[in-house]
């Protein structure tokens, strides 16, 4: 089973930046504790700033792969490119958050991915990206 997880804009900063919302640890570590966790899939990670790259990204794999984690981040809410890559692929995908972006500004409620993912994990830490690939092998 192949699952590739993308990450949006300032996730690269996971582990400096905001450390109360998004914690302490880097995406990198957590993305070897993952494959530690699911020793049988094969976890691939892509992370950009740059909204097109992750259109790109989408589409590359989006026909042939098994699952996909994406956290657009701030995009989740502005983009409809993305939205609309994602409404364009087969491949399953799983909106992430790491913070429940409900409790938070007015602003982050709005996801134009959300109507075209199969369901949506937020607000659990690092935590939601576990739990999403869990969503994939547990049906
Ligand atoms: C985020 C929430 C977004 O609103 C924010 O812009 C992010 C991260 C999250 O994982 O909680 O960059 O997607």
Do not use: A, T
């Given at each position: 089973?192949?699952?590739q997880i993308?990450?949006?804009?300032?996730?690269?900063?996971?582990?400096l930046r905001e450390k109360d919302v998004y914690g302490d640890i880097s995406f990198e570590t957590y993305f070897d504790k993952l494959k530690t966790d699911f020793p049988k899939i094969d976890l691939y990670y892509f992370q950009s700033n740059i909204e097109g790259e992750i259109i790109n990204k989408i589409q590359e794999?989006?026909?042939?792969f098994?699952?996909?984690?994406?956290?657009a981040a701030a995009y989740t809410h502005t983009s409809v490119g993305i939205a609309d890559a994602v409404r364009s692929i087969k491949t399953p995908l799983i909106e992430v958050h790491i913070s429940n972006t409900i409790s938070r500004e007015d602003y982050r409620h709005?996801?134009?991915?959300a109507p075209h993912a199969k369901g949506i994990i937020m607000g659990f830490g690092l935590k939601s990206y576990n739990l999403a690939i869990s969503s994939f092998i547990n049906k």
């Open positions: 089973m192949k699952i993308i990450n949006g804009p300032n996730l690269n900063l996971l582990g794999i989006g026909f042939d098994d699952g996909i984690v994406l956290n709005i996801s134009y991915i």
